[in-house]
Nanobody, 119 residues
């Protein structure tokens, strides 16, 4: 099994930056991809950005492309989400999940980390 722990959330003003971390442990060799999702108050959890574990290919939602950057530190088994030019609509709980294979649902969700962007 894979365990994921998110960290790095907080309160920031509009236009500010935050870096989220998703530390993976356990059977990390079984990971196909890790992705960040977010869930705002009263909203569904939505995809934000993902990275394939072995070849580092990256994916972004249109709403964050050009502002957020996803990366991976192989030695630390950690995926980062650098969030720049933050907007109030980025306010949400951010979760990371892992995908064991292509076309398989993401799972092994962490506890989430709150990001609040004040206007």
């Amino acid at each position: 099994q894979v365990q994921l722990v998110e960290s790095g959330g907080g309160l920031v003003q509009t236009g500010g930056s935050l870096r989220l971390s998703c530390a993976a442990s356990g059977r990390t060799s079984s990971i196909y991809a890790i992705a960040w999702f977010r869930q705002g108050p009263g909203k569904e959890r939505k995809f934000v950005s993902g990275i394939r574990w072995n070849d580092f290919d990256t994916y972004y939602a249109d709403s964050v492309r050009g502002r957020f950057i996803i990366s991976k530190d192989t030695a630390k088994n950690t995926v980062y989400l650098q969030m720049n030019s933050l907007k109030p609509e980025d306010t949400a709980v951010y979760y990371c999940g892992q995908q064991p294979a292509r076309d398989v649902n993401f799972g092994s969700w962490g506890q989430g980390t709150q990001v609040t962007v004040s206007s």
